[in-house]
Each structure stands twice: as structure tokens, then as C-alpha cells.
């Protein structure tokens, strides 16, 4: 079978079978065109260990990201096996492939006097009744109180919300489905985006439209305007330019745990499919747990 017709066959694999988002498909079907590019021949049996750890080395001389590395030697790993299984190939050449451990850095986190004097100030600018501040006090209030991602943000309807009860249907990666709790500020923020500037928003819609964010122009709102928005207010507070809506999922993660919450109940929160997921946030409150120390103990 020919590369490229293996690569598309197996793109529909993970779209249709194994369900993962939109945005992991094109990462996946870019990382394995961009291996096709690298091969002198384009049959699928023709790929061996050798060409793979050439085309990673060729990736690291280039100065990718180690996590870029280990998502490309992820892509292949998974695609060969697949073509194995399928019996494409008789053997798997990915199988002794190394990649580069990820990096172990630790996520972004605002602090939890940062976030609330944020938040104040995007109430207050929230009273004038423009309806895109409406909207984006609500929004920057959701993310940070429920944790969701971006795109869960972005995909959420009208029939979603729960006002009454403070939580929201999600949709998340794996097309799993989760309800998501929120607290009383955000329901304040929701309930007034909902009743005063919604209708303003979809006034200007070309058609009508069951998204419960909403644009300037009225349609469903897109990921670009949210980190936007994250990034112009959230940016001052952590001192970083390059931060965007997943820094208020970690904020909101990591001061659960330092108020106490179990882990088990964070990783529900947060929809993630293995708790040692959910483990980075334990090393980000033991960090601050440390510089508290040292800052505040006499024989630290």
C-alpha cells in the first residue's frame, strides 16, 4: 500500500474510531506528511527504524521542541501500530523508536489574590452594559470557576447552561461528555451576558445560532478571540505575553488543591482521562507550599 494512502486511511481511523479531536488529527496527518516527505520511496513496507530515528534526528538539528520530538514520535508510533494491526505492514518499525522525554516544566498559574482582583476589575468595566464586556467578564469568570478548556467553551450551547443548578454540559476531548459545576460570581456573570448582551450579539447574526458565547458579529465565538482576551488580561498578572485560556484551567486546578480538594474530584473536574494527568497540579502546590516556607519560617 502506498504511504500517503495509509496516512489518509488512518486519519479517518482516529477521526472516526478513536474519536479524538479535530485538532490531534491534523497534528497527527501533518507529522506523518511531513515523514513522507523524508522517504525515497512511497511504499508503506519500505519505512524502517533507521528512516524514522533519521527523521527525528533531522527534526532535533533543527531545533524543534522536545515536545514537539515526542509528539512526532508519538504520531508515528501510533500510525505503525495501527498499520500492523491492520496488517499494512508485517512488522512494526516504530517499535524501538526513542523519542525525548517531555519537558517537565510546570504550567502557568495566576494566584489566587491575582485572579480575584482581575476578575473584580472586569466586573466593575462589566457595569458600563457594553455587551462584548459582558461577554467577556462571563467568559473569563467560567473559565477560570469550571476549569473547561477552550474549545469546551467555544462549543457550548444556550440548553447547556444550568443556572439554577450552576453547572454546564460539556463536550470534551474523546467526545466525552461531563457536567461541570461553577460558583455564584460566575452564575452572576452568566446570568447578566445571558439576559443584557446576548440579545445585543445575536441581533447582529447573519442567521440564528444556538451558541451560548457569541462574537461581535453574532456567530458562535471562536478560540482565537477567547486567548485573545485571555492574553491582554491575564498576561500582566503572571508576567508572561505568551499565556493563554489553559493557564485559568491550571489556576483553577491547582487553587482547588491548596483549598483542600481531593485529587480524584479535580481530575472529574477537569475531564481528564488518567489521574496522572491531574498530578502536575499536586507539584505546583507543593512549590508554592515551599516558597511560602522559606519566605515565612525563621529557619527556613
Known amino acids: 500500500m502506498e504511504y500517503a494512502a495509509a496516512v489518509e486511511a488512518f486519519a479517518v481511523h482516529l477521526a472516526q474510531v478513536r474519536r479524538l479531536s479535530p485538532a490531534t488529527v491534523r497534528a497527527y496527518r501533518a507529522d506523518l506528511a511531513d515523514l513522507g516527505r523524508t522517504l525515497h520511496d512511497d511504499a508503506l513496507a519500505s519505512v524502517d527504524l533507521e528512516v524514522l530515528r533519521e527523521w527525528l534526528w533531522q527534526a532535533t538539528q533543527r531545533g524543534d521542541a522536545r515536545s514537539t520530538l515526542a509528539r512526532r514520535a508519538a504520531a508515528v508510533r501510533s500510525f505503525f501500530g495501527w498499520a500492523h494491526e491492520t496488517e499494512l505492514i508485517d512488522a512494526d518499525p516504530s517499535l524501538r523508536l526513542v523519542a525525548p522525554h517531555r519537558s517537565k516544566a510546570l504550567p502557568v498559574v495566576a494566584s489566587a489574590d491575582g485572579m480575584r482582583d482581575l476578575l473584580e476589575a472586569q466586573r466593575i468595566a462589566a457595569e458600563s452594559g457594553d455587551p462584548i464586556l459582558l461577554r467577556d467578564h462571563a467568559i473569563l469568570e467560567l473559565l477560570y470557576a469550571a476549569g473547561i478548556r477552550v474549545s469546551e467553551l467555544c462549543g457550548a450551547d444556550v440548553d ?20 461541570v459545576p ?9 446570568g447578566a451576558f445571558l439576559t443584557r448582551a446576548r440579545p445585543v450579539l445575536l441581533a447582529r447574526a447573519a442567521e440564528p445560532t444556538a451558541a451560548f458565547f457569541l462574537g461581535a458579529r453574532g456567530g458562535r465565538i471562536g478560540p482565537r478571540t477567547v486567548y485573545a482576551l485571555v492574553s491582554r488580561v491575564l498576561g500582566p498578572v503572571v508576567g508572561s505575553e505568551h499565556v493563554g485560556p489553559h493557564a485559568l484551567r491550571h489556576s483553577a486546578a491547582t487553587h482547588l488543591l491548596d483549598g483542600g480538594a481531593d485529587l480524584r474530584a ?21 512549590e508554592r507550599l515551599t516558597a511560602a516556607y522559606r519566605l515565612a519560617h525563621p529557619r527556613a
Request: proline fraction near 2%; charge should be positive.
Open 182 to 190: 461553577f460558583g455564584g460570581p460566575a452564575a452572576a456573570a452568566l
Open 266 to 286: 479535580v481530575q472529574e473536574l477537569l475531564g481528564h482521562a488518567s489521574l496522572g494527568t491531574t498530578q502536575i497540579y499536586t507539584h505546583v502546590s507543593a
Open 160 to 179: 447547556d447552561l444550568d443556572l439554577r443548578r450552576r453547572t454546564i454540559r460539556v463536550l470534551g476531548k474523546g467526545s466525552k461528555e461531563r457536567v
